[in-house]
């Protein structure tokens, strides 16, 4: 029954941190987190589609000049480009405004002539019902000279996320009246390979593919100074049947950013392109795992960590959550390799939250058990044994155990001749202060109460704690019992006069105790032969007119500890063998 209340409570435990997770999950909570977080997934991938970069770098700005450079520049890298047989040129720079006749009239020929340049035009591009859309009137793109010539053109937007870190690319964004510009790199994916379909492409649902970067800025692809390819320094191998994007990488030029593998470092847009254009040609896609899978996900996390947590030691629950962890990230990465995101921020505090909700819910319930322990068994022992218990629970051992303990048990001479000459609450005066102070005293020696039994007290020794001394401790009661009674008579304690008289019989042997009884009630208490044996022996007390005897048991347990004066050996009802008796001064020797 307390397993299965335990479970229930690590279930609910569970249950409600998984609903809350997956709530906030579903809202958009820390959606900042989950992307900083997904960005280092992404591992070094060797290129797959042959794309490399023609960069305008810094070198080539110190040889050719600053920018921008005469269209005739252009016109030869393009030239020496096509030479070389590259599939396609993706050329990212906007000749959007005229210079000088000769220069454009250069250019436009070297377009013309290796028909496979790409263009860029510019976007003002915003989000309206749930898709991107861009105004005709603010595109910004080349001159009609040019793009009459290039085998396309294709927007070179490249927006950022919230946090400025550029994850997305709008493959096909949408004019108010209709009209739809592709994105540069798939414009030069289509010139390349004219079997390419964008349909295949999974975009979200505003239109944007998530780019799977093969690296870190500058060390993905293969990268060729501008310079070096405008003067025909370079091999043409290296460019024959190759995607080649040409763009700037310099820093004073201001074309890059931030992306997932930048760790701080800006990507160029030409690399952005050209990572965008390896995704569409490998379809290496990836594709953010459900929403309903994630919050299923997030929910058994959370259940299945608070269920385990609740039934294992707390040190072996956390190595296990921190397993249960790594076991996590790295599923995360394999998934990722294989095309799907995992959010990993909620899944992770799921994880924390759950492990640590389940673990304030044990120190409740400990709280909780420790605090109706100290109340259940401060009515049987001591406030100092209670403390033991407390600090050392492993101490106490329940559901019955043989061991050798000492029982007292003492009567009330001639109480039922007293109880007929009072009024009952003459009667309950008495009984309240003679029962309260010898339990006070019983609990002064380390005793347990073990019960009432009418004017009867019954107290034992040696349990729940070991206690060696424990026949030491009994006789010491009994003898504190009597001289206790002595004081309370001469004090005129009790109303009508009453003087009281006791007899304790105290007996040493293996016995059982433990909680005992049905799982509605039940008691601490002992059993055995050697309990009935104390009890025979307070009852010959009458006979032998002596106010403590023991039991030669209890005898050789207190060696010398104490005076005894050997009585008689007596034929004590229920036992086969005859018992000797002794009674104990109250001196100690």
Same mark, same amino acid.
């Given at each position: 029954?307390?397993k299965?209340? +335990?479970?229930a409570?690590?279930l609910?435990?569970g249950?409600?941190?998984?609903?809350?997770?997956?709530?906030?999950?579903l809202?958009?909570?820390?959606k900042t987190?989950?992307?900083?977080? !997904?960005?280092?997934?992404?591992?070094? =991938?060797?290129v797959?589609?042959?794309?490399?970069?023609?960069?305008?770098?810094?070198a080539?700005?110190?040889?050719?000049?600053?920018?921008p450079?005469?269209?005739k520049?252009?016109?030869q890298i393009?030239d020496?480009?096509?030479l070389?047989?590259?599939?396609?040129v993706?050329?990212d720079v906007n000749?959007?405004e005229?210079?000088?006749?000769?220069?454009? @009239?250069?250019?436009?020929d070297?377009?013309?002539? /290796?028909?496979k340049?790409?263009?860029p035009?510019?976007?003002?591009?915003?989000?309206?019902d749930n898709?991107?859309?861009?105004?005709v009137?603010?595109?910004?793109g080349?001159?009609a000279?040019?793009?009459?010539?290039?085998?396309a053109?294709?927007h070179?937007?490249?927006?950022?996320?919230?946090d400025?870190v550029?994850r997305?690319?709008?493959?096909?964004?949408?004019?108010?009246?209709g009209v739809a510009?592709e994105a540069?790199?798939?414009q030069?994916?289509?010139?390349?390979?004219?079997?390419?379909v964008?349909?295949?492409?999974?975009?979200?649902?505003? !239109?944007?593919l998530?780019?799977?970067?093969?690296?870190?800025?500058? +060390?993905?692809?293969?990268?060729?100074?501008?310079?070096?390819?405008?003067?025909?320094?370079?091999?043409?191998?290296?460019?024959?049947?190759?995607?080649?994007?040409?763009?700037?990488? @310099?820093?004073?030029l201001?074309?890059?950013?931030?992306v997932?593998?930048s760790?701080?470092?800006?990507?160029s847009?030409?690399?952005i392109?050209?990572?965008l254009?390896?995704?569409?040609?490998?379809?290496?896609?990836?594709?953010?795992?459900?929403? *309903?899978?994630?919050a299923?996900?997030i929910?058994?996390?959370?259940?299945f960590?608070?269920?385990f947590?609740?039934?294992?030691?707390?040190?072996?629950?956390?190595?296990?959550?921190?397993?249960?962890?790594?076991?996590?990230?790295?599923?995360?990465? *394999?998934?990722?390799?294989?095309?799907?995101?995992?959010?990993? =921020?909620?899944?992770s505090?799921?994880?924390?939250? @759950?492990?640590a909700? /389940?673990?304030?819910?044990?120190?409740?319930?400990?709280?909780?058990?420790?605090?109706?322990?100290?109340t259940?068994?401060?009515r049987y022992?001591s406030?100092?044994?209670v403390q033991?218990?407390?600090?050392?629970?492993?101490?106490?051992?329940? !559901?019955?155990?043989?061991?050798?303990?000492?029982?007292?048990?003492?009567d009330?001479?001639?109480?039922?001749?007293?109880?007929?000459?009072?009024?009952?609450?003459?009667l309950?005066?008495?009984?309240?202060a003679?029962?309260t102070?010898m339990?006070e005293? =019983?609990?002064?020696?380390?005793?347990?109460l073990d019960k009432?039994?009418g004017?009867?007290v019954?107290?034992?020794?040696?349990?729940?704690?070991?206690?060696?001394?424990?026949?030491?401790r009994a006789?010491?009661?009994?003898?504190?019992m009597?001289?206790?009674?002595k004081?309370?008579n001469?004090?005129g304690?009790?109303?009508?006069?009453?003087?009281?008289?006791?007899g304790?019989g105290v007996n040493?042997g293996?016995?059982?105790v433990?909680?005992m009884?049905?799982?509605m009630?039940?008691?601490?208490?002992?059993?055995?032969?050697?309990?009935?044996?104390?009890?025979r022996?307070?009852?010959?007390?009458?006979?032998?007119?002596a106010g403590?005897?023991?039991?030669e048991?209890?005898?050789?347990?207190?060696g010398?500890?104490?005076?005894?004066?050997?009585?008689?050996t =007596?034929k004590?009802?229920g036992?086969?063998?005859s018992?000797?008796? *002794?009674?104990v001064?109250a001196?100690?020797r």
């Open positions: 029954m307390r299965k209340i +335990k479970a409570r690590s609910m435990v249950a409600a941190v998984g609903i809350a997770a997956v709530f906030l999950f809202s958009g909570a820390l987190w989950s992307n900083l977080a !997904g960005d280092r997934l992404f591992l070094p =991938v060797a797959q589609s042959g794309a490399i970069v023609v960069a305008i770098d810094d080539s700005l110190a040889q050719i000049g600053r920018w450079w005469p269209r520049v252009h016109a393009i020496n480009l096509s070389a047989g590259a599939s396609v993706a050329y000749f959007s005229a210079s000088d006749e000769n220069d454009d @009239a250069a250019l436009e070297a377009i013309k002539n /290796t028909g340049v790409v263009l035009v510019e976007l003002n591009l915003s989000q309206s898709r991107i859309i861009f105004t009137d603010s595109v910004v080349p001159l000279r040019f793009s009459s010539v290039a085998a053109v294709g070179s937007n490249a927006p950022p996320d919230s400025g550029m997305r690319m709008p493959l096909e964004p949408v004019s108010s009246d510009i540069f790199a798939v030069a994916a289509k010139i390349s390979h004219p079997d390419f964008l349909d295949n492409a999974p975009t979200d649902e505003l !239109g944007r998530i780019i799977n970067f093969n690296g870190s800025p500058k +060390k993905s692809f293969t990268t060729l100074s501008a310079a070096d390819v405008m003067r025909g320094d370079f091999d043409a191998d290296t460019i024959r049947g190759k995607s080649v994007f040409v763009g700037a990488t @310099a820093p004073d201001h074309d890059d950013r931030l997932p593998t760790l701080g470092v800006p990507m847009g030409v690399e392109h050209a990572s254009y390896e995704t569409l040609i490998s379809g290496r896609w990836l594709v953010p795992l459900a929403k *309903y899978q994630m299923l996900l929910f058994l996390l959370a259940v960590t608070s269920f947590a609740a039934f294992t030691r707390a040190r072996i629950s956390l190595i296990a959550t921190a397993a249960f962890w790594l076991a996590f990230l790295i599923t995360a990465f *394999y998934l990722f390799d294989r095309g799907k995101v995992v959010d990993l =921020v909620w899944p505090l799921t994880l924390l939250f @759950a492990y909700g /389940t673990t304030l819910e044990r120190r409740v319930a400990f709280d909780r058990d420790r605090s109706r322990l100290k259940a068994f401060s022992v406030s100092e044994v033991r218990i407390l600090k050392d629970p492993s101490a106490l051992r329940l !559901g019955g155990e043989k061991r050798t303990m000492t029982v007292l048990f003492s009330i001479r001639g109480f039922t001749s007293i109880s007929e000459k009072m009024p009952p609450e003459d309950v005066e008495i009984m309240n003679y029962l102070r339990t005293i =019983v609990f002064a020696n380390g005793g347990t009432y039994i004017d009867a019954m107290a034992f020794w040696n349990a729940p704690l070991d206690q060696p001394d424990h026949a030491e006789v010491k009661t009994a003898l504190e009597q001289e206790a009674l004081d309370l001469a004090q304690a009790f109303p009508a006069g009453v003087g009281l008289k006791i304790i040493t293996e016995m059982v433990g909680n009884g049905s799982e009630r039940f008691d601490y208490t002992v059993l055995g032969d050697n309990v009935n044996l104390a009890s022996i307070e009852s010959l007390t009458k006979e032998y007119a403590i005897l023991i039991s048991a209890t005898k050789d347990a207190i010398a500890s104490f005076r005894t004066k050997f009585i008689d =007596v004590v009802r036992k086969n063998e018992v000797k008796l *002794y009674a001064d001196a100690e």
